[in-house]
């Protein structure tokens, strides 16, 4: 059942806090932003694959593709200002895979000497409505321990592998956040993790050094918007449970309020396709996920395409819906 719609003069009050990776988060901030521009998004910088992973190694900046895409959702830019950031070169040149975007935040970054305001020059360029900061700017490496003990470093080595992942970690351990991250979180009425990547997106921002003891902290509703399917190589045969479990045993209890769960049909050719891939949909259990101190929101969340995907307008509405109750009922 859709929820009544949420009133806009209220909901632009709102100051969220986004916390994720990957093609989740970004996909998230596409909806958030036509509610309030009290945005801030936080987002993991330990890819080390594609156009980011390349431009780690051979420049020595932190990956930006995630930025990137985060900035470009939240554009108030010309259409074709957007394009330009997500444009990415053809051919086989040593320019063949970058993104536009990448390499022009990368080169903000060799201009000003500093990542951060890389960010924030390449912000004004796309009139970005809120803002985007990276987790940290330690150059750190997200490592995994597996099932059979085995510890792999690296996000694609770890996406790779054929083994459970047990346990991720940061190296370094002692990762610095940004001070407006934590200034963003203790002031936020709601704190969003996910969806994204359970252990390469949404984990690395959590182990950074006190951002998950300041989101236990914050009085804000903190909300975890769950995958619609599972990830090969990284959830394979994850429930809801599963997932919400893997949060507490990293970072504890105290970071997740209530949970988001799809409970739309997916399509049969879209289940095929996935099916394919070695992808299933997450299954959750009400009581289950209620037993582990957790608010339960089933929504028909998943957009109308061929990728079973978060449906960005959806998907707000009900973090939104979620906030403003918080907001007038401490509930």
């Known amino acids: 059942m859709r929820r009544s719609p949420v009133p806009k003069p209220l909901s632009r009050r709102l100051r969220v806090v986004a916390l994720g990776g990957g093609t989740g988060l970004s996909t998230l901030l596409r909806g958030l932003k036509e ?15 594609g156009s980011s992973g390349r431009l780690r190694k051979e420049m020595g900046v932190l990956p930006p593709g995630d930025i990137r895409d985060c900035l470009v959702a939240l554009a108030d830019a010309e259409p074709l200002m957007k394009e330009l950031f997500d444009y ?9 895979g970058h993104s536009f975007g990448n390499l022009f935040i990368a080169a903000m970054s060799e201009i000003t000497g500093d990542f951060e305001l890389a960010i924030k020059e390449s912000s004004k360029v796309l009139v970005v409505r809120g803002h985007v ?82 989101i236990a902290l914050s009085d804000a509703v903190k909300v975890y918007v769950c995958n619609v399917m599972t990830q090969p190589g990284e959830t394979d045969g994850y429930t809801a ?44 259990d009400r009581e289950a996920l209620e037993h582990m101190g957790v ?37």
């Not at 150059?139 to 592998?161: K, P, Y």
């Not at 990728?307 to 007038?328: G, Q, T, W």
């Open 35 to 49: 509610y309030t521009s009290r945005i801030t998004a936080v987002v993991a910088v330990t890819d080390d694959g």
């Open 88 to 96: 990415r070169f053809n051919g086989e040149g040593p320019l063949a």
């Open 133 to 214: 900061l990276p987790s940290t700017l330690d150059n750190c490496t997200l490592g995994a321990v597996l099932e059979d003990g085995t510890v792999v470093m690296g996000e694609t080595s770890i996406s790779s592998s054929s083994y459970a992942i047990r346990k991720v970690f940061l190296e370094p351990r002692a990762c610095a956040p940004l001070p407006e991250t934590l200034h963003a979180i203790e002031n936020a009425d709601v704190i969003v993790l996910g969806p994204g990547s359970l252990y390469t997106s949404v984990m690395p921002n959590l182990l950074v050094e006190g951002i998950a003891e300041s």
């Open 241 to 284: 449970q599963q997932h919400l479990a893997a949060i507490y045993d990293h970072v504890g209890a105290d970071v997740v309020d209530a949970i988001i769960v799809n409970n739309s049909p997916i399509s049969e050719e879209v289940l095929d396709k996935y099916c394919r891939e070695g992808s299933s949909p997450v299954s959750w």
């Open 295 to 331: 608010r339960v929101m089933d929504a028909p969340v998943i957009s109308r395409t061929n990728l079973a995907r978060h449906d960005p307008a959806a998907l707000s509405e009900e973090i939104m819906a979620l906030a403003v109750s918080h907001l007038l009922t401490g509930r």
